[in-house]
């Protein structure tokens, strides 16, 4: 299974930056000790900021599906 | 009574649901359309299915409960880290057990790593570590059912008879409609979450006459205001928290269910739409908790917050049964009920009813893993099948799901709740330790059995250790989760590197 991926080394890299770049941003120490201000009136920053970084992990994972998607496995069981 | 009548409609509906999944299953062959539901599940199923089985009661009343206590770090910890690690497990391990189970005809992980690794004996530990680490969900569901009922009937009905009566409703369906039936109510379940939680927010919102009020509050209260940051909690931590969710892939219900998907492209839109879900469900939990701290006309939510401050002004010197009596009483987990109670129509209140009723049901795919595995991993791989023939096997699959049930039912009526919850805990360290096995064999080709034996051995110890030692492995501030899962990786590569790799022939089947 391993060295059949379709995704070639300089994209491979790119993801690999792009996925550990996504990881560190889960630890967003600039904000811990913020309460203000709240974001559209009622939301404070620090749970507006993890619910944009929801919808950044769904889009990082539509990139990956779209651009590195192993589809040699699904190949390979059509054979 | 409403919200009585709208659960045992709810019960009734998801045993229908269970058992017409049942009647129209249809496909390959006895024992993979009974466990697997023939490898057939569409990409909506498979999707909200997926989602479904990974939410527990937890998911709607302790993440409030938690947020209630500890403020707006809850989503981080629980939410946004299960949202980035739990799509990445599926699309980099999940696809390729996919594969290779419709490739060899795998049906459990373990007969993956016996294959993998050319050994018989130590897949069997492998079955027995991670059987033990999942009965105490098993035990914990029917208890949910049994407290959920009694409190939803006002009292009407006991414990001991919510119990049964959850747990016969789950047994049959898992009984009858096998895969596709726990499948089906799982999918189901999902969508009652996603609308509960949106209409919840609303509902509550436009009662207490909007949110920005609510929340100014909170931050105009020096008592409150830490709620809206993180300042309580060290970032170590928090880091902590981003290794739970490699429990995920390797809880044996989950990796099965992988198996179930018809192609593999259905993993697209799984792991797209997965964090959006949990983004969907856990942010009005999380904020609805965090605002009860402003609802003091609630009469039941002051009272909270009273015994909250007298726990944090109470002397050393106090009793610890009156410490316990205050922590109970200052606990969060029914802040949700009691904001529909006070804020919300009765109907409302029914869905939550169902809400709750679907999470605390969620132990019927760990019932049907379990069932899985003992007749794959020990029945079908001691000989029974071969002797009996496949009928046998299923039905035997279907009788270790009627004895696992009343095993689970009698120890929920004779056990108190707080062992098994703390068990739960462990085990999700207990698998995130685990999670090293499924790397290393789909994508090492030197990781070799005795790897595979340390881990699991290392893995048992570790969580014996740390369920008997307060504190244990809680290093540099970190959760036990971290060491427990770094040294399982080295394990498997200090002892597969020192030890004979499998045959070449076998490293080739799996292209590695």
Redesign the interface.
């Known amino acids: 299974m391993r060295g059949e991926t379709l995704v070639g080394p300089t994209a491979r890299f790119g993801w690999f930056i792009a996925i550990t770049a996504l990881y560190l941003l889960h630890q967003d120490i600039w904000l811990w000790r913020q309460p203000r201000p709240l974001v559209f009136g009622f939301l404070p920053p620090a749970l507006a900021y993890h619910g944009a970084y929801c919808i950044a992990v769904a889009l990082l994972m539509w990139g990956l599906t779209r651009s590195a998607w192993p589809s040699h496995l699904d190949e390979r069981e059509d054979r | 009574m409403i919200p009585a009548f709208i659960v045992f409609a709810y019960l009734a509906v998801i045993l229908y649901i269970g058992i017409f999944a049942w009647r129209s299953g249809r496909s390959t062959t006895a024992a993979e359309e009974y466990f697997l539901a023939g490898r057939s599940l569409g990409p909506a199923v498979f999707l909200l299915s997926l989602f479904g089985t990974n939410m527990t009661a937890f998911t709607i009343l302790g993440s409030a409960g938690h947020a209630f206590a500890n403020g707006?770090?809850t989503?981080?910890l629980m939410?946004?880290?299960s949202?980035?690690v739990i799509?990445?497990t599926l699309?980099f391990i999940g696809?390729?057990l996919?594969?290779?189970g419709?490739?060899h005809g795998f049906i459990t992980p373990v007969q993956m790593f016996r294959d993998r690794w050319e050994c018989g004996h130590i897949g069997t530990v492998i079955f027995v570590l991670q059987a033990a680490l999942l009965v105490p969900y098993i035990i914990i569901g029917v208890m949910g059912g049994g407290t959920a009922l009694h409190a939803i009937t006002g009292g009407l009905i006991p414990y001991a008879a919510g119990g049964a009566l959850v747990a016969i409703v789950v047994m049959s369906y898992v009984f009858f409609g096998g895969m596709r039936g726990t499948a089906w109510v799982n999918a189901f379940q999902t969508v009652l979450f996603l609308s509960f939680g949106a209409i919840a927010l609303i509902v509550i919102g436009r009662s207490i006459g909007?949110?920005?009020e609510?929340?100014?509050t909170l931050?105009g209260d020096p008592a409150t205001?830490?709620l809206?940051?993180?300042?309580r909690v060290s970032?170590w931590f928090?880091?902590s928290y981003?290794f739970i969710p490699l429990s995920t892939i390797a809880f044996p219900h989950i990796a099965i269910f992988c198996l179930t998907a018809k192609?593999?492209?259905q993993f697209?839109r799984t792991?797209?739409?997965?964090?959006?879900c949990?983004?969907a469900i856990w942010?009005p939990c999380?904020?609805l908790g965090?605002a009860a701290n402003a609802m003091v006309t609630a009469p039941r939510i002051e009272a909270k917050l009273e015994a909250r401050q007298a726990l944090a002004a109470a002397p050393a010197s106090l009793p610890a049964a009156d410490r316990a009596a205050l922590r109970r009483q200052a606990a969060g987990d029914d802040v949700i009920p009691i904001m529909l109670e006070s804020f919300a129509p009765l109907w409302l209140a029914g869905l939550l009813g169902a809400g709750i009723m679907a999470a605390v049901m969620a132990s019927d795919s760990q019932i049907l893993a379990l069932s899985t595995m003992f007749t794959e991993d020990v029945f079908t791989y001691y000989g029974g099948t071969s002797r009996f023939g496949e009928a046998v096997q299923v039905q035997t699959g279907r009788a270790f799901v009627v004895v696992l049930t009343i095993v689970a039912y009698v120890i929920a009526l004779r056990a108190p709740q707080s062992i098994f919850d703390l068990a739960v805990q462990f085990a999700f360290s207990g698998y995130a330790a685990l999670s090293p096995l499924l790397v290393a064999a789909?994508?090492w080709?030197r990781s070799t059995k005795w790897g595979a034996l340390a881990v699991a051995v290392w893995v048992a110890v570790s969580v014996i250790y740390t369920a008997r030692v307060p504190g244990a492995l809680a290093w540099f501030g970190l959760l036990p989760v971290v060491p427990m899962t770094i040294i399982s990786c080295l394990l498997m590569v200090v002892v597969s590197l020192m030890t004979r790799a499998p045959s070449a022939a076998t490293l080739r089947r799996?292209?590695?």
């Open positions: 707006v770090v989503f981080g939410a946004s880290s949202a980035f799509p990445l699309f696809t390729r996919w594969a290779l419709k490739r909007g949110f920005p609510t929340m100014s931050l205001v830490p809206l940051s993180r300042e970032p928090f880091f981003t192609r593999l492209a697209k792991v797209v739409f997965y964090p959006l949990i983004l942010l999380v904020f965090v789909l994508f080709n799996y292209g590695l």
